[in-house]
């Protein structure tokens, strides 16, 4: 398997685009997350699904943020408009039950000018 | 609500030098532990993970974790590092609800 796949890896955007980062997860993994990792605040979940369902969105930071899985093999994470404090690495993970493994991805670095 | 807490947030080690990497957790019900790496530039793996069981666990590369449950603590230890474990690593804590809650994390470095 080739693993998590995110793209792009790195996207520069202007303050004010929208900003759609997208994940492919594992075949056959029923739960996806996406995490925001910054300096100041660590790594963060944002949001997760479960076959194809948003669980807990609770770490979704403003309205800016939303989120869709619309089939077992796709999810976007998206960011309109986009501001320069969103600036992180986005990571995407998968994994075949809750508590156990979670897979990630090679993260997307946003960087908002 | 679940937490971790990472002690250090750098840890200078000797090549071949022994290293302890302390996390504490806060839980009022039972718990599920993880420890993950991440190399530069990639994003986190699992070394290891205490579900039940045991409370010494073996992961890869070498480490093992303890779990103390009286000192609700899940430090992770490796005997010789190398200079290819220079990493950044996150303990962390899955309760209830379906998800993990990550410490800061302990960037790693190791000095030939």
């Known amino acids: 398997d080739a693993g998590v796949i995110q793209s792009p890896r790195h996207e520069v955007t202007e303050m004010g685009q929208e900003v759609t980062l997208r994940c492919k997860p594992i075949s056959g993994h029923d739960y996806l997350f996406w995490y925001r990792q910054t300096m100041m605040r660590g790594l963060e979940l944002l949001i997760y699904?479960?076959?194809?369902?948003?669980?807990?969105d609770s770490g979704m930071p403003e309205d800016r943020f939303s989120a869709k899985m619309p089939n077992a093999s796709f999810s976007t994470l998206k960011i309109q408009p986009s501001e320069p404090r969103d600036s992180a690495v986005y990571f995407c993970?998968?994994?075949?039950?809750?508590?156990?493994?979670?897979?990630f991805g090679p993260g997307t670095r946003l960087t908002v000018l | 609500a679940q937490s971790v807490t990472q002690l250090d947030s750098q840890v200078p080690v000797f090549e071949e030098a022994p290293v302890e990497l302390r996390c504490n957790y806060s839980?009022?019900?039972?718990?599920?532990l993880f420890w993950y790496v991440q190399y530069p530039n990639q994003g986190l793996q699992l070394l290891l993970k205490y579900l039940s069981g045991s409370t010494l666990v073996k992961g890869i590369n070498g480490f093992e974790a303890e779990f103390n449950k009286s000192q609700t603590s899940f430090h992770l230890r490796k005997p010789s590092v190398h200079i290819s474990d220079t990493a950044e690593y996150f303990c962390a804590v899955a309760s209830g609800a379906q998800k993990l809650v990550f410490g800061q994390g302990t960037r790693l470095t190791i000095n030939p």
């Open positions: 993970a998968s994994s075949p039950f809750g508590y156990n493994e979670q897979f």
């Open positions: 699904f479960n076959n194809n369902v948003p669980i807990d």
């Open positions: 839980s009022s019900v039972s718990v599920y």
